[in-house]
């Protein structure tokens, strides 16, 4: 690792986004996305699945109100295991005091508040700013004296608090309000929810680690590990970051703390000992062994990111090589072209190599999220253009179509080829809503969104020292200080429709500084030019070095051509067919434009120059369809099996929208992989 290559994130108000595509992904976020998650987090909005999230804050702040008052008198509730039965949804059948919805609710507020942190920092609203402010205020008063903030186990019985840590998210919640606490933090200097963190976080650490006394466990679902790292990062304390550490060294280590764990909750419930599937944990063996991208994605990529947090702030060689290694285990063999991970509804996981069916796939909205948060923090460490692609296919892609264009609906499972009817009458597919819903029991997904969308910033730019790195072509302004001076770059750009960019430089005074620049993979011959300036090139970034004043400029032309694509013969369902990017986003075929049956359809003409590029107003904001020659198989009477024969064609136009924007216009058909 060459850490004078090491970048950060710059601070919230040091990057504005101004640009069409992102500003206005970031108003929805704002005025619709924020108001409504706010009303799902007090179940407030009909025929919507109930969060239950603000109400067992509630439940939680009363129940410690109520120990105040009595003192020694309190009798705390003692814990019963009451199973997943199916919970009334109706708000007349609830009972008091009782924790309702899943053990990880807690995280649904948490990261709908560091998405409202994220919105405040581009775009004061004191309103806003007040109903979060009430809400943390809940969640504050929720809190144990010794700082544990869990309410599964602080409404159902601390007693027993810490015993399935495999299954029972208690750090999963605790990552998720920390990276909450930092945002909203950092974005409004309000520290109450931060101060809270950190005295989870000493709790946590009063009862991890290494030391005589101390549990030896880890997340059974990943994420306190960057939490933790971040936590440390904004508050300068050293112990969060060697509790990330021990989280990750800890992991996989024998004897497995998972398998003694369950043998103990056996022994206690008086029932046989069930077999732990440690692989589906990333648990198996130590992550430094850990080859292949395995198990729940959303763990992997959590912990993978976390990882990666851990080797850069610790100078880990060993660990920064197995991120590589499961990095290229996931970009080499698990990758939809739609920039989804995790096939398989089955453990919502990672499947094997080149395992990636269309019409089954799982692709969750938070995996790709994941995958986003680990791409940055591998350029963190290394500046290679390679991860970049990968952040911004997933970004572009599978993060934006989690999400309706009204920011009202949702999807949790990205799929590449729907047949509506399939989703309704095959139980096989019953995972895969041909439309997105307006909330889930299990909410994982639509307040990810919105976190990440509304912290596209920090993924655009991060900065060392002495260069500030541009991965992503935003538009907007960043403004980052060199040796004492501000310099502010202001970008010009029409991504993700328009491989041109333009960059303003403005300093009140000389500034010696280098500048790096992404050399995207979809551009061909890409250049980028600052005036007589030489630049060299690595990884796949363009780098200059020297002085800038007002008004120099950089100018990117980056070519964007259509391109067509076949998978790796691996991928079995993939054989013969084609799939079309342009720039960042993958393309679609909707039943909308091509009419139903979709199967019938194959791609003729396989040169892209041939494919027509058209601007479109179809979804509301512009975007750019793709026009391809094809044929479709016109059906002849006959038997359901029949001679084999050329089937009858008939040419066609085959339209293709942008995936991100797919099932906007009604239910309906969509592929992205077409006969060719
Ligand atoms: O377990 C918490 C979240 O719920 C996971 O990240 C998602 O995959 C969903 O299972
Ligand atoms: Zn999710």
């Given at each position: 690792m060459d850490s004078t290559r090491f970048s950060a994130p710059l601070p919230f108000d040091s990057v504005a986004i101004t640009d069409g595509f992102w500003q206005r992904t970031m108003e929805l976020v704002r005025k619709e996305v924020i108001p409504y998650q706010w009303e799902t987090l007090n179940d407030r909005v009909p025929d919507a699945a109930p969060s239950y999230s603000m109400r067992n804050f509630r439940t939680a702040a009363k129940m410690q109100a109520e120990k105040a008052r009595k003192g020694a008198a309190y009798v705390p509730p003692s814990y019963t295991w009451r199973g997943f039965e199916a919970l009334p949804e109706d708000a007349e059948h609830l009972e008091e005091d009782r924790f309702y919805g899943f053990v990880f609710q807690d995280s649904d507020f948490s990261k709908w508040i560091e998405a409202v942190g994220y919105s405040l920092s581009q775009h004061p609203d004191p309103e806003l700013e007040k109903l979060a402010d009430g809400a943390i205020d809940i969640v504050c008063a929720a809190q144990n004296e010794d700082g544990y903030l869990d309410t599964y186990y602080l409404i159902n019985g601390m007693?027993?608090?810490?015993?399935n840590m495999r299954d029972h998210h208690e750090l999963y919640c605790f990552g998720h309000l920390t990276e909450a606490a930092v945002a909203y933090y950092q974005a409004t200097g309000k520290d109450r929810l931060l101060q809270a963190a950190c005295r989870f976080a000493d709790y946590v650490d009063a009862h991890f680690g290494p030391e005589d006394g101390k549990r030896k466990g880890y997340p059974g679902h990943e994420v306190a590990e960057m939490a933790l790292v971040r936590l440390s990062e904004v508050t300068g304390e050293e112990r969060y970051l060697r509790l990330a550490a021990y989280f990750v060294n800890q992991r996989g280590q024998e004897p497995s703390y998972f398998v003694q764990e369950e043998a103990e909750r056996a022994a206690r419930e008086g029932r046989p000992v069930r077999p732990v599937d440690l692989y589906y944990y990333q648990a198996e063996k130590p992550v430094r062994q850990q080859e292949e991208a395995h198990g729940h994605a959303v763990r992997a990529v959590y912990l993978y990111s976390g990882m990666a947090d851990v080797a850069r702030k610790t100078g880990d060689e060993s660990l920064f090589e197995a991120c590589k290694r499961l990095w290229n285990s996931i970009v080499n063999e698990k990758l939809y072209i739609t920039g989804g991970i995790g096939a398989t509804r089955e453990g919502e996981a990672f499947s094997f190599p080149f395992d990636l069916p269309n019409d089954?796939?799982?692709?969750e909205t938070c995996a790709a999220i994941g995958l986003v948060f680990f791409a940055r923090r591998m350029l963190q460490i290394s500046p290679d253009s390679r991860y970049a692609d990968v952040m911004e296919q997933a970004l572009y892609n599978t993060v934006l179509s989690g999400m309706a264009l009204d920011g009202k609906s949702f999807f949790y499972v990205n799929p590449l080829s729907v047949q509506p009817v399939a989703c309704r009458r095959d139980q096989r597919l019953s995972h895969v809503k041909p439309v997105r819903q307006k909330w889930f029991g299990c909410a994982c997904c639509p307040p990810n969104i919105a976190r990440l969308a509304s912290s596209v910033a920090q993924y655009a730019y991060t900065a060392g020292e002495d260069t500030l790195f541009t991965h992503l072509y935003v538009g907007g302004s960043v403004t980052k200080m060199f040796h004492g001076t501000a310099l502010t770059m202001e970008m010009r750009s029409n991504l993700p429709w328009d491989g041109r960019a333009q960059a303003i430089i403005h300093a009140e005074a000389p500034v010696q500084a280098t500048l790096a620049f992404r050399l995207p993979g979809w551009s061909d011959n890409p250049t980028v030019s600052a005036g007589s300036r030489q630049p060299f090139v690595e990884n796949g970034y363009v780098y200059f070095t020297g002085e800038w004043r007002e008004g120099d400029e950089i100018t990117f032309e980056m070519p964007m051509p259509v391109r067509i694509w076949n998978a790796d013969p691996r991928v079995r369902e993939n054989l013969d067919r084609v799939a079309f990017t342009r720039g960042p986003i993958t393309f679609c075929a909707e039943e909308a434009d091509n009419g139903s049956d979709l199967h019938l359809l194959r791609v003729d003409d396989l040169d892209p120059a041939h494919v027509r590029v058209e601007r479109d107003g179809t979804f509301g904001h512009p975007t750019v369809r793709l026009i391809a020659q094809g044929k479709r198989t016109v059906p002849q009477p006959g038997g359901l099996y029949r001679a084999a024969a050329r089937p009858a064609e008939e040419d066609v136009q085959i339209a293709l929208v942008p995936y991100y924007a797919w099932?906007?216009?009604?239910e309906g058909e969509m592929t992205v992989w077409l006969r060719s």
């Open positions: 007693d027993a608090a810490w015993t089954s796939a799982y692709s099932a906007n216009r009604g």
